[in-house]
């Protein structure tokens, strides 16, 4: 658990004077990179963004100034950042970063602490300091605030900071607030909110529930079957994010959960509109959305469906059936509750199952419980602090870690910092299943998985239970005395038998679980904000990060299931190819973004011996890295590329260390070095360049991403991707002179 505890004894005066000193630093480097992002805007209407071939000046493909990196450079760089890194590790063995950057979940936090009237007893009052320091840090230039702290402004994060604002006990006329207001003004009013932040407002108070498309707790009492056609639209087969959040929502709706009535709310009633509460037209507001929060508008046939419900609405609400169905979901979130040990699969549905717990029953025990584990959320930075995406990023971050370090050939010289890595890997590893019966719960098995945080959160994923393995496999061929003892084999099986579990019939591999339904399911996703959400989706870093662990383990333990994983291999493969664009790059979905995709499918290729030399795939996917690189020999990729699904940087920007790793690490993989090592040399150069003094790297740009739109960070991506970039770059190509 990462909980921040304020000790207003900790550290000497001139300690705090120099902690004073980096955070302003810091935070005006954040300030910095945001007002790049306001002028994305101005940017993309003057058409200054460009996808390449860039008309780059490739003088450092000759000789004079330009010959590669002595050895003995990069081994020091290397040496410094592991260092530097390994400073950074806790004491159980993982590493602690931000993974902040949206902007939509702390306020669903303050707003749930304000209705249950835990406000004060939670938060402390540094805490509330923190908040709004971070709140006042991400404003854009014209008063509004973005879905996430890169993002250009938008009525769900302007509305939601400023409520939060308030909440926190800032005035309306305090600077922050007032051009806050005027944005909201200027737009309509705060009606024009996206889906979630209606929900949000209602629960506060501020806001009918007669303006709130229905959220049906009806929906959980479907039959769940196939065969009855119906079946198909049962939440047990949407994507676990949705599934889980529209949970809760459902609950708090079902029974129209609101916050009293305070001096507070009422004035809000008055700041957020402009026209008077009263005469606000709820039923019109349903479907409006402001037009800077638009991402995936409403298919017409939503509109017919929400109509429908909101028609049969009155006839349900305090109806039997509306009882059964609140039972129903009560019971999904108790188990939710219970198996994730209160952290809960999300920071959405942490504070909305709390809130749900409370409405059920405010002196539970169950909302008791909940009120500890918010504090897992927290994190504070240099931009003060901010509720994370998920309870932290730990197993994640310690599996690439494990690899990052281990290319380095170093792992003699930090053998301590992989030892305790490996601890923690064989502490985090999800040893037991969810409480029976898994399938009255719509939960996959986890016996053997990884969590992408923690043992306690426990949720099993695709992808991380792979690169956990990967790390194991890794660490499981050091010397024991150096690293540790290997986690026993049957372990290793247990993993196994989850990641075979998890691909699909059409090969690929999707995230949590199985995909259990359509992509034409889509057509329902309500959020506007957020694409592709109904549905657990293939993707490409799952499939790879399966693929990769998969033969990585045969070629270990080369008798278990080879059948299968041999079977399994071949219609991987299969799958990421033909999801190869015609460009020869891949989508990333999590990471920005194609350097990210494209660096996956290389590795897949490369784990069943297609490289360069070999495969036309990989060769379409070095030749559209290699057009892509600047002249300075690094890469660097926006986040617009995620939204736009079409490759993006922006004119002026620095080489990226993290995508320039990415790409590096593709064409490490895809053997380019053979063809021609050049391109390799300027990059590893341009990572040297960009590395500090202290054998940091810069936090530069968001590297992070979900749901095509809303980005998140990944504070430890920029020390882990450049040590592994060096060392694979320092053992391929340095190594063979
Ligand atoms: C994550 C974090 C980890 C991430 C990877 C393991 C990196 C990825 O390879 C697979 C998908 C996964 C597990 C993932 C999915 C979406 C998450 C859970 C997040 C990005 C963290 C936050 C996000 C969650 C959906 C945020 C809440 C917002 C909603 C729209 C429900």
Redesign the pocket.
């Known amino acids: 658990r990462q909980v921040w505890v304020y000790d207003p004894e900790a550290g000497t005066p001139e300690e705090r004077a120099r902690a004073e000193e980096l955070r302003r630093k810091f935070a005006e480097n954040r300030l910095q990179q945001k007002h790049s992002a306001d002028e994305l805007l101005r940017l993309q209407s003057e058409g200054q963004r460009r996808s390449g071939p860039f008309p780059v000046d490739k003088s450092w493909l000759g000789v004079g100034g330009s010959a590669p990196a002595a050895a003995e450079t990069v081994e020091a760089a290397l040496r410094n950042g592991v260092s530097f890194y390994e400073g950074l590790q806790a004491e159980d063995g993982h590493w602690p970063g931000d ?1 902040g950057g ?1 902007m ?2 702390m306020p669903g936090m303050v707003i749930a602490l304000y209705t249950t009237g835990t406000l004060d007893s939670v938060l402390s009052p540094q805490h509330k300091a923190e908040m709004v320091r971070y709140l006042r840090n991400h404003q854009n230039a014209d008063g509004g605030y973005g879905l996430h702290i890169e993002g250009t402004s938008t009525m769900f994060g302007t509305v939601l900071s400023y409520v939060t604002l308030r909440l926190l006990g800032v005035g309306p006329d305090d600077a922050t607030l007032a051009p806050a207001r005027t944005w909201i003004h200027e737009r309509g009013g705060a009606h024009a909110i996206t889906s979630w932040g209606k929900f949000w407002l209602a629960v506060l108070g501020v806001y009918s529930w007669e303006g709130l498309n229905p959220l049906s707790p009806e929906m959980w009492l479907l039959p769940y079957a196939s065969w009855t056609g119906i079946g198909w639209l049962h939440p047990g087969r949407f994507w676990c ?2 599934r ?2 529209y949970l809760p929502m459902s609950y708090v709706y079902g029974v129209r959960g609101t916050c009293r009535a305070t001096p507070l709310t009422e004035a809000l009633r008055q700041e957020l509109y402009p026209l008077p509460y009263a005469k606000i037209d709820w039923n019109q507001a349903r479907n409006l959305c402001a037009k800077e929060d638009l991402y995936y508008p409403h298919p017409l046939i939503q509109d017919v469906l929400w109509w429908a419900l909101y028609k049969a609405e009155p006839l349900l609400l305090g109806s039997r059936l509306r009882g059964a169905a609140l039972a129903e979901c009560m019971k999904h979130i108790h188990y939710e509750d219970e198996n994730t040990r209160y952290v809960d ?5 942490k504070v909305i199952n709390m809130l749900a717990c409370w409405f059920e029953d405010p002196g539970s025990q169950a909302f008791k419980r909940h009120l500890p584990r918010l504090l897992d959320y927290l994190w504070v930075a240099e931009d003060g602090m901010k509720m994370q ?2 309870n932290g ?1 730990q197993l ?1 971050d310690t599996a690439f870690a494990v690899q990052a370090i281990a290319s380095t050939g170093m792992a003699g010289e930090f053998s301590r910092c992989l030892k305790r890595a490996h601890e923690y890997l064989e502490q985090s590893q999800v040893v037991e299943e969810a409480q029976q019966p898994l399938s009255e719960y719509y939960r996959h098995i986890s016996k053997g998985a990884w969590p ?1 945080s923690t043992r306690d959160h426990g949720w099993p ?4 239970s792979s ?1 956990g393995l990967k790390a194991a496999l890794v660490l499981a061929q050091m010397d024991p005395k150096l690293v540790g003892p290997p986690i026993p084999e049957p372990r290793l099986c247990d993993c196994v038998n989850v990641v075979l579990s998890y691909q699909n019939g059409d090969g690929g591999w999707a ?2 679980e199985n995909k259990r339904s359509f992509e034409m399911l889509e057509i329902i996703n309500p ?1 506007e904000t ?1 694409g592709e ?1 109904v549905v657990d989706y293939n ?1 490409v ?2 499939s790879s ?1 399966c693929i990769t662990a998969l033969t990585a383990f045969a070629g270990r333990y080369p008798a278990h299931r080879a059948h299968e994983i041999g079977a399994a291999l071949r219609r991987g493969i299969k799958y990421l190819k033909s999801i190869q664009r015609p460009d020869g790059s891949w989508y990333g ?3 920005v973004c194609f350097t990210y995709g494209t660096w996956f499918g290389c590795e897949a290729l490369a784990a069943v011996g297609e490289t360069h030399g070999s495969s036309a795939s990989a060769r379409a996917a070095c030749a559209f890295l290699l057009q892509k690189q600047r002249s300075d020999g690094g890469w660097g990729e926006s986040y617009l590329s995620c939204q736009d699904k079409a490759y993006s940087q922006l004119e002026g920007e620095q080489p990226h260390a993290v995508n320039t790793a990415w790409a590096m690490l593709a064409l490490l993989a895809a053997g380019y070095e053979q063809v021609d090592r050049k391109p390799l040399d300027a990059a590893a150069r341009c990572l040297i360049r960009l590395q500090e003094e202290s054998g940091d790297w810069p936090q530069q740009h968001i590297s ?4 095509r739109n ?1 980005m ?1 960070t990944y504070a430890n991506y920029r020390n882990i991707f450049p040590i592994w970039a060096l060392g694979v770059y320092r053992s391929k190509v340095l190594k063979q002179q």
């Open positions: 993974y949206p939509f979940l994010h949705c889980m959040v699969i999300g920071p959405v549905n995406g998920y990023s994640w992408f994923i695709s992808d991380c690169e995230t949590y959020s957020f959400i993707h870093e799952c990060a979905n999590w990471g992070g991403v979900f749901n809303c998140i």
